[in-house]
């Protein structure tokens, strides 16, 4: 079955760590995002990427790199300059054509704890 | 003025009634409406599209897109316990249409 696959499901990371979380597709879509989603807020845009080898900053991306080497992959670093990363981090993609989009398909999300 | 709004709620109705989410954009460009279900802890879950105006109807749910009031809303009849989640409204955004914007989402309780 297609769909997005998230990994780790729970994640710690110690004061000054780097980490990645992954985020892989099969659905054949070219667009993928990522977003953070605090405890009772909603969804903010961290990065997103049409193509492989391009993505586009979103409303949050300060401390977060990204890389789309893959159109199946769009791994999401945390760096130790985001100062407040403990959020719930989900993965999504989508297909578009012209100017409708046909939505968003979640992956089932990584919970980024700090220690 | 928020690109897309949503009343936060909570909204509770008694099981077997109709729920009834609302939810306004401010961009007149956008082509594309969703409704998105997330359960506590769960990531979002496409349940409804909807791209003209009118009515698209889906089981128990029914979406209605006013594009001349900026309006979209989803009506849920013969509400279910299990209905209970936070119900995301997106719109595409009319200047890269590959984005979604998402509302921050309202919170429903069926009462048994």
């Known amino acids: 079955d297609g769909g997005i696959t998230q990994s780790p499901k729970y994640l710690f990371r110690k004061e000054g760590q780097n980490v990645t979380l992954s985020c892989e597709q099969n659905?054949?879509?070219?667009?993928m995002y990522w977003y953070r989603q605090d405890p009772g807020q909603g969804l903010r845009l961290i990065y997103y990427s049409q193509i492989v080898n391009d993505f586009q900053k979103g409303d949050i991306a300060e401390g977060y790199s990204v890389s789309r080497e893959k159109k199946e992959s769009f791994p999401l670093t945390v760096t130790s300059a985001q100062k407040n990363p403990t959020a719930f981090y989900l993965c999504?993609?989508?297909?578009?054509?012209?100017?409708?989009?046909?939505?968003?398909?979640f992956g089932s999300g990584t919970r980024l704890t700090v220690v | 003025q928020k690109e897309v709004e949503q009343n936060s709620g909570p909204l509770s109705v008694p099981e077997g009634a109709i729920a009834s989410l609302n939810c306004t954009y401010s961009d007149r460009g956008s082509q594309s409406f969703f409704w998105y279900r997330q359960y506590s802890g769960k990531s979002p879950e496409l349940i409804m599209s909807i791209y003209s105006n009118g009515d698209k109807e889906d089981g128990r749910f029914t979406a209605q897109l006013n594009k001349a009031s900026q309006y979209v809303s989803l009506l849920i009849r013969d509400s279910q316990p299990s209905d209970s989640a936070t119900y995301l409204c997106?719109?595409?955004?009319?200047?890269?249409?590959?984005?979604?914007?998402f509302g921050p989402g309202t919170s429903l309780s069926v009462i048994p």
């Open positions: 997106a719109v595409n955004s009319p200047t890269s249409y590959d984005k979604v914007i």
């Open positions: 659905l054949n879509h070219d667009a």
């Open positions: 999504a993609s989508s297909s578009f054509r012209g100017r409708s989009n046909y939505g968003y398909t």
